[in-house]
């Protein structure tokens, strides 16, 4: 079998007895403050051999079970990706959006993923940081920095990373502390978007026992957004800063025991939650008017229609709608104006690992997380004044309140939304693992996690200041929600391996996982002219305890054949499950009196229709892992087939102006991935390459939400057979590497990645959503430096082709309706990539 890594790299190996009993005292300081991870050791790799930590322990690329694509950190390096959306033409069957008030991003794999529309769903693809696994897509908001490697495993994995691996992991692994002391920094600008980059880091050993690794990276982008000229708005460009420091502890007191501790702090701040989103003007072909009032007021919506132009139309909110903030909203203390976003993450994680015996070692990884995410934006996109009345009545004896600030050329965004996620996580993994000489090893293990996620947002949904502020606040919102939602995950897993001979081994697990999620809903404040028409409730509302439970048994089965000592030939049945649980996405209507009635089955009605039940995932793999000519040639194939039941999804509806969140029946994916890399014969000289074909549909009768928002009466979509979205047929990339000798103090670098997207359909929403076509885009950049790494000085281009594509795309909020005598709206909001990068760099290392 592959064995677990016994003989660690340790900064200076001791002997001291001493080791169980400060490594139990160190979990129980960190207890409070730390998060799950794979054991992180001190690993210094002088071969050409990628390891991987698929299945918890350390396994080379080639010889595990997995279909896993690894990208190292020099790559990374090389083209300036420290962002998880920069990962995608590396990884042709992955997709990445980021924005947003809800979730704030999405990551999907194979076309499946989950909706960045809400805070409650967890991902389906498991965001693992060094191993600590994090529900919230936040954290695909934060940049990543100092880097060793990335893994992207596709397919179920929730044998070895629990609940919320249905689709596959992301997973980034930070670099440790060297065995001697150096030091690194890096100074980027980038011309396109007028960005400074600056980073670096220090590290080296403490003592005999202890090493440190510092790092940080801070980034400033003048022009992360650019708007759309006329547009309405203070800032003609929206920024973004971001700031991530790591510190790393690496402790090896004895040659028995390491323990490794991770501090890492995110600071993010942009101009706004809307992300690089456009305006698809529909096939009316025109912007279509933001109606409100039922349509008794239009607001022009000021969008060219354009959207492969770069540019926004990202009109700053009413000001009549802004002029104050509920209490105890963000922007209540934090609004200056302007749209905003605000995050902060502390993400800790302590690990170790202890050999109770030459055969069996005992693994501990601690985790805690801390995530506060503020944003204000408007979510209609767009609006220019005047407002009108479609009918000619003066908006002075509609909406009295608009009338005195509705200006040519005035800001009329509407449809704002600030929303607060506060989310607290502690989670805690033991494994034990064995080593033994003969045909048989296995895992065992358990993990616990706790979470505590406060959602809070206000909202305009109506948006009824128009007319006239709240007379008894004097707020300009239409209400405030708080939702709390408090989780508990139990799980134990175990796994086998048998090596039945020298060739052929068989593996496999099962994993048992119960989840609790208590939500409970406050309503503090409804505008007083919206509750006293009987559609909202009043201020005050409080919910009791909406419960959710589920457990399941998730069982993996693997068998591997080392046909040579370069051919792996595998099979895998996978299984997968992501937890369900309660919207928060729900307005303050009158429908939520119902939580107070007397009877129990109103009660339970009313909680019923809030929950959404668990995803699940079963199917299989089958795969070639092969090197040749002498090991300079490596191909890899693998084909899969998964069926996913109770895929979750939200869709928003426009006829009740809210997302509504249900479970889409089945989705079957299946296809063919490639991965190869040649290291040729001429010296310095690299090419790699990766091809997928996927196949994702709905395999059974899927209604979507249908377009009177009232479900049962015939008008439901049916899109069985239809493709799953963000999922292209086919996707793939071809790179080089080239670096050549300049005398015996300098060396020539260039390199180049081109990827390639067929089209892809960009919702699930109805039969005719919008389809992205098939693009393009290249990656390229030259160095000179020391052939050492004392030194480089590069030119990096990213995108160089200045192609946009959509990620995703949803109708737009706020639409008129028929007979509002208005056009019928049909315009789509699509969220889109980020433009051409071109980047000069300068870089050190002593």
Not at 477 to 490: C, I, P, R, S, V
Not at 503 to 526: A, D, F
Request: glycine residues 10%; hydrophobic residues 35%; aromatic residues 10%.
């Amino acid at each position: 079998m592959t064995k677990q890594t016994k003989s660690r790299t340790n900064i200076i190996s001791g002997t001291s007895a001493r080791g169980l009993l400060m490594g139990s005292a160190a979990t129980l300081v960190f207890a409070g403050f730390a998060v799950p991870a794979h054991a992180q050791e001190s690993f210094e790799d002088s071969s050409n051999i990628i390891t991987v930590t698929a299945r918890k322990q350390r396994e080379t690329l080639q010889e595990v079970p997995v279909t896993v694509t690894a990208i190292g950190g020099d790559t990374l390096d090389k083209f300036q990706v420290d962002q998880v959306a920069d990962v995608v033409s590396r990884v042709p069957a992955l997709t990445v959006s980021t924005g947003g008030s809800g979730s704030g991003g999405q990551i999907a794999l194979r076309g499946v993923g989950s909706s960045s529309l809400s805070a409650a769903f967890d991902s389906a693809v498991a965001f693992d940081f060094d191993g600590v696994q994090v529900s919230t897509m936040r954290m695909v908001q934060a940049g990543f920095f100092d880097v060793e490697q990335i893994d992207v495993l596709k397919g179920p994995q929730s044998l070895f990373f629990g609940k919320s691996a249905s689709a596959g992991v992301f997973s980034v692994r930070s670099a440790n502390p060297t065995q001697d002391w150096e030091a690194g920094g890096k100074a980027s600008y980038e011309f396109e978007e007028n960005a400074v980059i600056v980073g670096g880091y220090i590290s080296g050993p403490i003592s005999d026992t202890l090493g440190i690794r510092i790092a940080g990276q801070y980034t400033d982008i003048d022009k992360y957004i650019e708007l759309e000229p006329g547009t309405p708005a203070i800032n003609m460009t929206r920024g973004k800063r971001d700031f991530v420091g790591r510190v790393t502890l690496q402790w090896d007191p004895a040659d028995n025991f390491n323990a490794n501790l991770k501090i890492n702090y995110v600071r993010n701040r942009n101009d706004g939650a809307n992300g690089h989103i456009d305006i698809h003007c529909g096939p009316n072909g025109r912007a279509d008017e933001i109606a409100l009032l039922g349509g008794a007021v239009a607001i022009p919506s000021g969008a060219s229609c354009n959207t492969n132009d770069g540019l926004y139309p990202l009109s700053d909110p009413a000001s009549v709608l802004q002029q104050k903030f509920p209490e105890g909203s963000g922007g209540a203390t934090r609004y200056k104006g302007t749209p905003y976003g605000e995050a902060d993450i502390f993400l800790g994680r302590l690990s170790w690992d202890l050999d109770l015996s030459d055969h069996l070692t005992l693994s501990s990884v601690s985790g805690y997380l801390s995530l506060d995410a503020d944003d204000y934006d408007s979510y209609a996109i767009g609006g220019v004044g005047p407002a009108f009345n479609p009918n000619g009545i003066p908006i002075a004896a509609i909406a009295p309140a608009l009338a005195a600030a509705n200006l040519p050329g005035s800001a009329q965004a509407a449809g704002q939304g600030n929303a607060r996620n506060k989310t607290e996580q502690f989670s805690q993994e033991l494994r034990l693992t064995s080593d033994f000489d003969g045909m048989f090893n296995f895992m065992v293990g358990a993990f616990y996690e706790t979470r505590d996620i406060d959602f809070n947002s206000a909202q305009q949904v109506v948006p009824i200041s128009l007319v006239a502020p709240d007379p008894v606040t004097g707020n300009t919102f239409d209400y405030f929600k708080k939702q709390n939602t408090k989780t508990e995950a139990l799980s134990f897993f175990a796994s086998t391996t048998l090596d039945i001979t020298d060739q052929l081994q068989l593996s496999g697990g099962l994993r048992w996982t119960e989840e609790n999620k208590t939500s409970r809903i406050s309503v503090p404040y409804v505008h007083t002219i919206l509750s006293s028409g009987g559609a909202f409730i009043p201020s005050g509302f409080f919910s009791g305890p909406i419960e959710f439970k589920d457990d399941n048994f998730s069982p993996e089965l693997s068998i591997r054949y080392q046909a040579t000592p370069d051919v792996n030939i595998y099979g895998s049945f996978k299984t997968g499950f992501k937890s369900g649980g309660v919207d928060n996405s729900s307005l303050p209507s009158a429908g939520l009196l119902d939580f107070n009635s007397p009877n129990p089955a109103v009660r339970q009605a009313v909680a019923d229709s809030l929950r959404f039940e668990s995803e699940t995932g079963k199917g299989g793999e089958i795969g070639v892992k092969s090197q040749f000519a002498g090991r300079s040639v490596t191909f890899n194939v693998s084909g899969f087939y998964y069926v996913f039941d109770d895929l979750q999804v939200q869709n928003f509806n426009n006829a009740t102006i809210q997302f509504e969140t249900f479970n889409a029946s089945q989705l079957t994916s299946k296809g063919i991935d490639v991965e190869w890399a040649w290291s040729t014969p001429v010296s310095g000289l690299n090419f790699s390459g990766a091809m997928a074909y996927t196949d994702a549909k709905f395999s059974k009768e899927f209604i979507t939400v249908d377009p009177d928002g009232v479900p049962n009466t015939g008008d439901e979509t049916d899109l069985n057979g239809r493709a799953a979205p963000r999922a292209p047929k086919f996707a793939g990339n071809i790179a080089f590497d080239w670096t050549a000798p300049l005398g015996n103090s300098m060396e020539f670098g260039l390199n180049g990645n081109l990827q390639y997207t067929s089209s892809y359909i960009t919702n699930q929403q109805t039969l005719n959503d919008y389809k992205q076509d098939g693009y393009v885009t290249v990656d390229g950049a030259v160095s000179i430096g020391h052939p050492d790494g004392k030194w480089r000085l590069s030119l990096i281009g990213v995108n160089l082709t200045d192609k946009l594509w959509t990620n995703s795309s949803g109708v737009r909020p706020l639409q008129a309706s028929p007979g509002m005598g208005l056009p019928v709206g049909d315009d789509l909001i699509l969220t889109q990539n980020r433009g051409r990068q071109v980047f000069v760099e300068a870089r050190f290392k002593f």
